[in-house]
């Protein structure tokens, strides 16, 4: 089967940096998989190269059949594939409801802005008790929720998620993975970024392992799991931190 998105030999940087080296990276339609990796390994830089926010120096990126290195940037979530960027990125002077539907400004989504909105509500009742509250004034948990949501409003087929619990109580923790459980029942294909690794493996498929840009393993979340060297170095330094 085609994967629905595929990265070949990528490798990209910032001016004279080079981050990312020769990367092959798979994802079929419905998966769940991991990126794990060291502090500067590269994971965000690939989510972004992938999402077209860096320029790529060499190799391709196909998504649901299209060749996103010559895809415009903007038109990349118009394609399907859309990220939650670290550090949620709301606008803080606007609203809930106002982020949520800036989230729909894609040609994809525009049409179907109201359905998502309650799609968003239902997921988030939160979200729903704080719609007309600034962005700014919501607790750590409650914007990770809102940027989701707003990622949703674009009505993605696969959405990458760049460190969804950092800075969060392990209880908002809980809520945030027990959200992404709900969006793989949704048929919403994820590539996720986590420091709280042994949680994001156990919702995932399969994970890549990145060191200094280099995929230097691959597998089932079960397997590597399992794998003494990914336990030495990322299971076992979980650290949770309220906002
Ligand atoms: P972390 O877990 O700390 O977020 P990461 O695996 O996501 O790390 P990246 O943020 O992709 O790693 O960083 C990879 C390398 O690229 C690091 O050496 C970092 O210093 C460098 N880097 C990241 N962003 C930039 C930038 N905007 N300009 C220059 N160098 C950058």
Known sequence: MTPLLSVDG????YGDLQVLHDVDLHVAAGEVVSLVGANGAGKTTLLTAISRG????????????????STRPHHV???????VPEGRRLFP??????????GAYTKRA???????LSEVYELFPKLLDRRSQLAGSLSGGEQQMCALGRGLMARPTLLALDEPSLGLAPIVVDQIFDCIQDLVTRDITIL?????????LELSDRAYVLDQGRVVMSGSAQELKGDPRLGAAYLGEEVAHES
């Open 77 to 83: 979530p118009d394609a399907g594939l859309v990220l």
């Open 110 to 116: 525009r049409k179907d802005s109201k359905d998502s």
């Open 93 to 102: 002077f606007l609203t809930v409801e106002e982020n949520l539907v800036l």
């Open 10 to 13: 990528l490798s990209a940087g």
């Open 54 to 69: 860096l320029d790529v120096t060499a190799g391709g990126i196909t998504f649901d059949g299209m060749d996103l290195r």
């Open 192 to 200: 996720i970024v986590e420091q709280n690794v042994s949680r994001s």
